[in-house]
């Protein structure tokens, strides 16, 4: 199994290239060059086996040769160690929660197995490898802890300053070790703009890899709850995903080329809402974000574009046909967050909510279909809206966060500045 860039279909790179340079030179994505079918075999069986089995016989089957199928099986293992379950608010709605694992946001899935997958290529390399990452929330936090103490490695978090939660950036800042936060006078799309031109400047690129969702080892195991749920629930699910820079939805997308069944998508979004705009006129028209209280999905240059274009061969009325889109303001989230609570005692975060607020438009167009909405993070990392909404003392807090938020933060502040942060490695690395 070989990988192309979207801007270079006929040149292709190992797996090892792809995962730990993850950002071609010519500034398009990675992508696998062809996206294998599972077999009848997996299909007699996938509903008997555990989930970590299950998955990874679906990463071996996209994998290929790529890597040994014992090691794979034996990564992707150590990776899925929390459970996705599904809670059934009423016939036809379901929450998928994601927020199982050690950080309570779904990106544990992608930063555990990109981890692992990243220490085992690089394990006989002579140099460390510096992990430099932007995060609008919770990416940062996911890819810190599953790095934290692995050897070789360090990482690096650029974040916008006073744009993230509380806690989310105890999680970027006090975690210590081998973890590094840099707190950028900006936004969340001037942190990734720094990180892009760090990867294309070859005074500091040798030891760089990227974490953000434009690495497709992230979405990966991203892949296996889905196919979990349509193996629970059944094959006609219309999946609600909450977007921001669409790696979430990407690899559902990839998972059905891979023969998952699936009715339809739906993309919420907040008022970052480039692709249902595009969905809707067939104009892509990216543009700055602005800030929202669901503040993980404030992208206004969703980065898994340009993979979602090549999955439908650069036909608008073909991805149009599979994704609907939905918009949602941060007051119709607040109220979205009182609703599930007063009609179905359900605590739901700002991004579930966006979610829920596009699952009843669906339904309301298409009575009947059973929509499983993606809960994308526990709402205890959202605790100010959470309470301002619900009332104090109405999410509680798990005690792997509570630990951190009594840690104190240590972050370097930054302009946000290509050159600042060039500069800043040059010394620091
Ligand atoms: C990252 C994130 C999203 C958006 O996911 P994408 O893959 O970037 O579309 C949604 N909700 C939460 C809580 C997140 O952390």
């Known amino acids: 199994m070989k990988f192309y860039s979207t801007k270079s279909p006929d040149q292709f790179v190992d797996i090892k290239e792809a995962v730990i340079r993850s950002l071609p030179a ?15 075999e997996f299909w007699a069986s996938w509903k008997d086996m555990e989930f970590a089995e299950m998955g990874a016989a679906v990463v071996k089957t996209l994998f290929a040769d790529a890597v040994p199928a014992a090691d794979l099986d034996a990564l992707v293992k150590d990776a899925l160690n929390f459970e996705a379950p599904t809670v059934q608010l009423d016939e036809t709605t379901s929450i998928l929660e994601l927020f199982h694992g050690p950080t309570l946001a779904f990106k544990d899935f992608g930063a555990r197995f990109m981890a692992r997958l990243m220490a085992y290529l690089t394990k006989d390399d002579e140099s460390d490898l510096t992990v430099l990452v932007a995060t609008s929330g919770d ?29 989310q950036e105890k999680q970027l800042t006090a975690l210590g070790g081998n973890i590094t936060a840099l707190e950028i006078d900006g936004s969340f799309d001037d942190c990734q703009r720094m990180v892009k031109a760090a990867f294309l400047n070859d005074e500091v690129n040798e030891t760089l890899t990227s974490a953000n969702s434009i690495n497709i080892s992230r979405l990966v195991p991203q892949m296996l709850y889905y196919f979990d749920a349509v193996r629970k629930a059944g094959d006609d ?6 977007s921001g820079n669409f790696g979430n939805l ?14 339809h998508f739906v993309a919420a979004t907040n008022a970052n ?47 149009k046909a599979n994704i609907s889109g939905y918009t949602y303001n941060d007051e119709q989230t607040r109220e979205a967050i009182r609703a599930v609570k007063e009609r179905y005692g359900y605590t739901i975060d700002p991004h579930g909510a966006v979610g829920w607020l596009a699952a009843e438009a669906w339904k309301s167009e298409h009575p009947g279909d059973h929509t499983v909405i993606l809960e994308t993070a526990h709402p205890s990392k959202f605790i100010d809206i959470m309470e301002e909404e619900l009332g104090a003392g109405s999410v509680e807090i798990p005690e792997r966060l509570a630990i951190l938020a009594e840690r104190e933060k240590v ?19």
């Open 237 to 242: 699910l219309v999946f609600v995903v909450p």
């Open 139 to 167: 990416t940062g936090g996911a890819v810190a802890d599953a790095f934290l103490g692995v050897e070789g490695t360090r990482v690096v978090i650029l974040y916008p300053k006073g744009k993230v939660s509380l806690l």
């Open 26 to 40: 010519d500034n398009g994505l990675y992508m696998p060059e062809k996206i294998n079918q599972l077999s009848d």
């Open 411 to 429: 972050a370097t502040p930054m302009a946000p500045d290509e050159a600042a942060l060039a500069e800043w490695l040059k010394e620091n690395l």
């Open 250 to 263: 990407t690899a559902a997308l990839i998972a059905t080329q891979m023969g998952m069944p699936v009715k």
């Open 273 to 319: 809402d480039v692709v249902p705009q595009y969905l809707d006129s067939g104009d892509y028209q990216p543009r700055p974000s602005v800030p929202t209280i669901s503040n993980a999905m404030d992208v206004g240059a969703p980065s898994n574009f340009a993979r979602m274009e090549e999955i439908y061969g650069n036909s608008w009325e073909d991805m």
